[in-house]
T-cell receptor, first 112, second 109 residues
Framework: SAVISQKPSRDICQRGTSLTIQCQVD?????MFWYRQQPGQSLTLIAT?????????ESGFVIDKFPISRPNLTFSTLTVSNMSPEDSSIYLC?????????FGQGTRLTVV | KNEVEQSPQNLTAQEGEFITINCSYS?????LHWLQQHPGGGIVSLFM???GKKKHGRLIATINIQEKHSSLHITASHPRDSAVYIC???????????FGKGTLLTVNP
């Protein structure tokens, strides 16, 4: 199994600012993902974080808005840039290990 | 379009009741996950299924591949079971998941 530490657990931010969310895994994993859950909606994949190369973004998500770093096999960051109230969501880090999926505790972001 | 449908959206039960949450999907999958989301947003993986049935404590998950349907059962429900239960599916060897909207379960004492 993999244990994921995601920080911060919650934050309230001013519009126009940026927030960086960290995801630390206790073991090396190949696949790391970032998801967003808008209020009342299902989780949606933002991107796959690739170690040593640019993240792979899903349709509707762009690097300028959601830059992602993956410097090694145990750590990744997601930045939510130039925030607006529409970015208020839960952001979730997930990893795949073997045949199972593991999840962080989530970051509840409120933009005011 | 690959869709995951859950029912019911909301479920209120009395302590001790038997709970069933359903999940249907539209195309063939390699695996199905049942997840539990707590009010703070954190998610815990309950089961991963590719066939048959799994049991863990009071939780039972079943999947029917031919009918593209899975159920999550909770026996002798307890207020601490109150959470959002999410079904998610996996296609092929791709670890990316497609999620249902979740079922909000409230168990009253």
């Amino acid at each position: 199994s993999a244990v994921i530490s995601q920080k911060p657990s919650r934050d309230i931010c001013q519009r126009g600012t940026s927030l960086t969310i960290q995801c630390q895994v206790d073991s090396q994993v190949t696949m790391m993902f970032w998801y967003r859950q808008q209020p009342g909606q299902s989780l949606t994949l933002i991107a796959t974080a690739n170690q040593g190369s640019e993240a792979t973004y899903e349709s509707g998500f762009v690097i300028d808005k959601f830059p992602i770093s993956r410097p090694n096999l145990t750590f990744s960051t997601l930045t939510v840039s130039n925030m607006s109230p529409e970015d208020s969501s839960i952001y979730l880090c997930s990893v795949a290990g073997g045949i199972e999926a593991f999840f962080g505790q989530g970051t509840r972001l409120t933009v005011v | 379009k690959n869709e995951v449908e859950q029912s019911p959206q909301n479920l209120t039960a009395q302590e001790g009741e038997f709970i069933t949450i359903n999940c249907s999907y539209s195309v063939g999958i390699s695996a199905l996950h049942w997840l539990q989301q707590h009010p703070g947003g954190g998610i815990v993986s309950l089961f991963m299924l590719s066939s048959g049935k799994k049991k863990h404590g009071r939780l039972i998950a079943t999947i029917n591949i031919q009918e593209k349907h899975s159920s999550l059962h909770i026996t002798a429900s307890h207020p601490r079971d109150s959470a959002v239960y999410i079904c998610a599916v996996q296609y092929g060897s791709n670890y990316k998941l497609t999620f249902g909207k979740g079922t909000l379960l409230t168990v009253n004492p």
